[in-house]
């Protein structure tokens, strides 16, 4: 199976922007769900952002909504994730999936089956 790939990670001091890509090439684009997700040592991981490749509007966690914007560039195969105003709460590796999402519950990680590595975000204050 093709896994999505990530880049975009780095270190950004308190307040500063980062925006990740995440490359689907060579994966099923149609009617699926695309998702970012964080984890930290020790805690579950935590959905951030997800949409539909296809209509629909996209759904965000409680840690993103208004700070993080999640697009896609259908023709790329490409998943964004523009985060602003960074806090140090926000340091995780994130991880970009894909999925079907038969629940219709774009933020639930059981919908995905195909994760990418993750990439490594770390603010400092």
């Known amino acids: 199976q093709v896994q999505p790939a990530e880049s975009g990670g780095g270190s950004v001091q308190a307040g500063g922007s980062l925006r990740l890509s995440c490359s689907a090439s060579g994966m099923s684009y149609g009617s699926y769900c695309m998702g970012w997700f964080r984890q930290t040592p020790g805690k579950e991981r935590e959905a951030v952002a997800a949409?539909?490749?296809?209509?629909?509007?996209?759904f965000y966690g409680p840690a993103a909504t208004g700070r993080f914007t999640i697009s896609q560039d259908n023709a790329k195969k490409i998943l964004y994730l523009q985060m602003n105003k960074l806090k140090v709460e926000d340091s995780a590796i994130y991880y970009c999936a894909g999925g079907s999402c038969p629940s219709g519950r774009l933020l639930e990680a059981a919908g995905y089956d195909r994760w990418g590595q993750g990439t490594q975000v770390t603010v400092s204050s």
């Open positions: 949409m539909w490749t296809t209509v629909g509007s996209p």
